[in-house]
């Protein structure tokens, strides 16, 4: 019987393109982590392989991709390099707000080859990235931000900035192209996801032209980046166990002659990594299937996804560093940076903890008037 959530076949080439990738971006993960680098080569074969446009809707020139093919897509790459695969979730969410909502222009730009960025983020903000705190001031041509945005994934190759700032009639989000007065501030020193070399950027007084505001409708309608982040805590969960599990065949404890593997507990908590690690993917697929048909609740399931994906991310990197005892603590072994990659998911927004008060709220009826 196939799968309610199975990829349509018309779509399967993007998904074979991204697989086909996949070993080449694997073989240099731990070269970006070690130095730190952000993975540029893997981002221009993505969009080579066409890719970028083929998540951009049809109107504006893309091929409409279902959110069931990009989180198989995101899967395979974020297994392979979660730092591709972040970067890449933040180019594409940026990109769809602005050629989705923006001037026709930036559906040109993508198509040549040009990186988007998010630029969201406050220090002072936390998780509330669709409610600014910083005031832009209205002047000629627009509006004139003085502010600084962080965790800004990929910002050193990006031409241009999704931005967001508050205005006399509430937030707003406009396109921001690099120029003088953006500054980079080198501080990323990460303990995972070194690759992303997500820093941060400051503005000072920026121009957000109103011809490049993006008029969006509802912030809140499914988006790349919210249905996108729990694959990236699966693949690097996906990548764990297959470290976690190779190791446990091929190490042999020296007492008794036998492999790791043949310990029982070890049975337990791989069968436990297993179930848990199917149960996420059907979380995040399930947030997918409802997007494609833009049903209701397909966010919130987004966001009961993303909290699961990242909690088993942890678990099953921790399990993996048990298994790999001293060796598995090693640089040279890849369940240490399986293990510091699977944390970054729970601190990315919405955080875990945003996510459990969100659904509880939503349970319990909490904050609610009456």
């Known amino acids: 019987m196939t799968s309610p959530f199975a990829v349509p076949r018309e779509e399967q080439p993007f998904v074979d393109a991204a697989r ?16 730190a680098t952000l993975p540029v080569a893997n981002l221009t074969a993505l969009h080579e392989a066409g890719l970028d446009l083929a998540v951009m809707p049809r109107d504006r020139g893309g091929r409409g991709l279902s959110y069931q093919a ?11 390099c979660p730092s591709t695969a972040c970067v890449w979730t933040m180019h594409l969410g940026a990109a769809q707000a602005l050629v989705g909502h923006g001037p026709p222009v930036y559906a040109e730009e993508l ?25 832009a001031q209205p002047v000629d041509g627009g509006f004139r931000l003085d502010g600084a945005k962080r965790f800004v994934s990929g910002c050193e190759i990006a031409d241009y900035f999704l931005v967001n700032a ?4 509430g937030p707003a989000f406009f396109g921001v192209s690099r120029d003088d007065s953006i500054e980079l501030v080198s501080i990323w020193d990460s303990m995972g996801l070194r690759g992303t070399r997500s820093q941060l950027v ?7 032209r109103h011809e490049n505001r993006c008029h969006i409708v509802d912030p809140t309608a499914p988006n790349i980046i919210a249905l996108g982040l729990p694959w990236l805590s699966i693949g690097v969960a996906e990548a764990a166990l297959e470290a976690c599990t190779d190791h446990a065949r091929k190490r042999v404890v020296p007492s008794t002659g036998r492999p790791v593997g043949d310990m029982q507990w070890v049975h337990f908590d ?28 397909a966010l919130d399931a987004a966001v ?27 640089r040279s072994s890849p369940i240490q940076r399986h293990f510091r990659d699977a944390q970054a998911g729970a601190l990315m927004a919405f955080s875990v903890e945003v996510c459990r008060d969100m659904i509880g709220k939503r349970l319990t009826g909490g904050d609610q008037p009456g």
């Open 20 to 35: 086909d990738l996949a070993p080449r971006f694997a073989a240099a993960a731990d070269e970006h982590d070690h130095e």
């Open 70 to 80: 990009l989180g198989e897509i995101l899967r395979i790459v974020g297994r392979a």
């Open 111 to 135: 198509a040549a080859g040009k990186r988007f960025a998010n630029a969201l983020s406050e220090p002072t903000g936390g998780n509330l990235f669709l409610m600014p705190l910083q005031r």
């Open 166 to 169: 508050l205005l006399e009639d």
């Open 202 to 208: 400051e503005f000072r007084d920026t121009l957000l």
């Open 270 to 297: 791989a069968a436990d990594a297993h179930v848990k690690l199917l149960a996420a993917r059907t979380l995040a697929e399930r947030s997918m299937w409802l997007a494609d048909r833009n049903a209701p609740g």
């Open 304 to 330: 009961e996804a993303k909290l699961y994906a990242n909690q088993v991310a942890k678990e099953i990197a921790e399990f993996a560093l048990r298994v790999g005892g001293g060796s598995g603590f090693l």
